[in-house]
């Protein structure tokens, strides 16, 4: 079973930069794709971004959420960044691991999920 824990959440002026980690606990850590998700009260879930295992060249974001995905392999993390948050931004932020190396939007296809990380960006 892999473990995810989020980290880096918390109270964020507009404006301000947002940056989150998560850590797996797995050694095959560099083959999956990771994805990241957010929710707000009310809400639906919402994907965010993702990034491809084995080389991390493919990688997809929500146009809406403007983020930024990157991963390093070497501490088995995967970050989550914005430069310029805005209030709209205010959730709980979940990432995700798939079991396979390629990206996806969809959150039915990861099979493993962090506990969350609340982010909120005061006006």
């Known amino acids: 079973q892999v473990q995810l824990v989020e980290s880096g959440g918390g109270l964020v002026q507009a404006g301000g930069s947002l940056r989150l980690s998560c850590t797996a606990s797995?050694?095959?850590?560099?083959?999956?794709?990771l994805g990241w998700f957010r929710q707000s009260p009310n809400k639906d879930r919402e994907f965010v971004a993702a990034?491809?295992?084995?080389?991390?060249?493919m990688q997809e974001t929500s146009v809406k959420a403007r983020f930024t995905i990157s991963r390093d392999d070497l501490k088995n993390t995967v970050y989550l960044q914005k430069d310029d948050a805005k209030p709209e931004d205010t959730a709980v932020y979940y990432c995700?691991?798939?079991?396979?190396?390629?990206?996806?939007?969809?959150?039915?296809?990861?099979?493993?999920w962090g506990q969350g990380t609340q982010v909120t960006v005061s006006s």
């Open positions: 797995t050694r095959t850590f560099r083959s999956y794709a």
């Open positions: 995700a691991m798939r079991e396979v190396a390629s990206a996806s939007t969809s959150a039915e296809s990861y099979a493993f």
């Open positions: 990034i491809s295992g084995s080389d991390g060249r």
